[in-house]
């Protein structure tokens, strides 16, 4: 188990190396949160093919493309998992606009907290 233990502090060390891209766009307004975000599979297959291209390095973060792909592949497996419905988060509104709460078994929406 020791060996599993030493990878998984490795991949979250990998994941971890992105969290700052897409959190300064979602800031700048350039993105929705990333529990919505409906871009997760084309950029999938962008990241694929950046690598595929012989790129080893993504232009803004300079993290592997491929570790970004993961990110999304985890980002729509969470989604999935967890029935998440979006409701009126839009690209201008910040995660902390948003609350998740389990509307039913097994779901949660996102949206606005009332003002």
Do not use: Y
């Amino acid at each position: 188990m020791a060996e599993q233990d030493c990878a998984l502090r490795e991949f979250m060390h990998l994941l971890a190396s992105i969290k700052g891209d897409g959190g300064g766009k979602r800031a700048r307004g350039l993105k929705p949160h990333w529990t919505v975000d409906p871009s997760h599979k084309a950029a999938i297959f962008s990241h694929l093919a950046k690598w595929q291209r012989g790129e080893l390095q993504d232009e803004s973060t300079g993290a592997h493309p491929l570790i970004h792909l993961a990110w999304r592949a985890l980002a729509i497996a969470w989604a999935e998992s967890h029935s998440v419905v979006s409701i009126g988060l839009t690209n201008g509104e910040k995660p902390l606009d948003a609350v998740a709460v389990p509307v039913a078994k097994g779901a949660i929406v996102i949206g606005k907290i009332a003002s």
